[in-house]
């Protein structure tokens, strides 16, 4: 019998991720004939938020629930199992680790940290965010303060903004109260959720800086290690079923949940201009390069990360985005 603690990043039993968190935990539990007992634990009810993974890296809590690009201090190539602005989406970026090498290399770089990664879930494409501002040229997003987390972030911040890190339970306040311009967080049904259209007008799109945000299952080595084969199985299957399983709620709820902001809430819903997007694309390769080139783990994990998102932009251009642009 294994009694864990999953502690996450978000407010407890939050739409999407919360409860992306109790579905984890419920179906690990439900697969080893309850062998493994988890007790969930929203953001700061252990730890804050953005220190989860110290929390289990330290044996604090077995297991954690967060995104890989909070922890860019600790190794700024553990963005890349995020999210990366203008790069993979759900379905390519599960082909990438599954298949294409990126789990290995998500692994090698966490074990040094005493800990465990496994992918637990997706947002999908995500919103441009929330801004009291409207953004109309390039010029705009210069002195733009905005909660970025990430890559998105270096790069607004090369753009002549500045950029912020905050957990998603301040947002709110912070964009009412003036103290950030901006925010971003992920899409219709979770930001319906925090009620972010009574602080800010306009909502933008396409979410340049998270194609999609992968979910990270944190789990700590030692714990880890405790386990029998069967039981790590158990495990490893009731993430690939969660991460689906994410991908699949978002999909059915955002589209219900923008219709709701557009209609009852009256939000103003704007596509950020050609021009933006593409220096924020031009802005996002010189970040990268750079990054790479004064960091050795970085550039490894982007080789593998750019050549993978290459073959798949290839085949998709004829498959997916064919027929997107076809029905």
């Not at 009694?3 to 439900?30: D, H, Q, S, V």
Request: glycine share 10%; charged share 20%; proline share 4%.
């Amino acid at each position: 019998q294994y009694k864990w603690k999953m502690i996450t990043a978000w407010p407890a039993n939050f739409p999407g991720l919360g409860t992306g968190a109790n579905y984890l935990a419920e179906l690990i539990t439900e697969m080893t004939g309850g062998q493994i007992d988890i007790r969930v634990y929203g953001g700061g009810e252990i730890v804050p938020p953005l220190e989860v993974f110290d929390a289990v890296a330290n044996g604090t809590a077995e297991l954690g629930h967060a995104a890989s690009y909070y922890w860019k201090g600790k190794t700024q190539a553990a963005q890349f199992f995020g999210a990366v602005p203008f790069g993979m989406n759900a379905q390519e970026m599960t082909g990438w680790l599954t298949y294409g090498g990126g789990n290995e290399l998500w692994q090698k770089i966490y074990d040094r940290f005493d800990i465990f990664p496994m992918l637990c879930g997706h947002s999908g494409v995500q919103m441009g965010g929330w801004f009291n501002r409207e953004i109309n040229s390039v010029d705009d997003l210069r002195g733009l303060k905005m909660r970025i987390p990430g890559l998105g972030g270096e790069v607004l911040t090369r753009a002549g903004g500045t950029a912020v890190s905050r957990p998603g339970n301040e947002l709110f306040t912070a964009l009412q109260t003036g103290d950030i311009d901006a925010t971003e967080w992920v899409g219709p049904y979770n930001d319906l959720a925090f009620g972010l259209y009574k602080a800010a007008k306009y909502y933008y799109y396409p979410g340049w800086h998270e194609p999609n945000a992968a979910i990270e299952c944190l789990i700590n080595k030692d714990a880890w290690a405790t386990l029998p084969d069967h039981l790590k199985a158990a495990v490893l299957g009731a993430g690939e079923a969660a991460a689906a399983n994410m991908l699949a709620e978002f999909t059915a709820q955002n589209h219900r949940a923008l219709q709701v902001l557009l209609n009852e809430h009256k939000v103003e819903l704007r596509r950020f201009p050609d021009d933006v997007l593409e220096r924020l694309r031009v802005l996002t390769r010189e970040v990268m390069d750079e990054i790479a080139a004064d960091d050795a783990e970085f550039a490894e994990v982007y080789k593998s990360y750019t050549e993978f998102q290459r073959t798949a932009m290839a085949w998709h251009d004829i498959s997916e985005k064919a027929y997107y642009e076809a029905r």
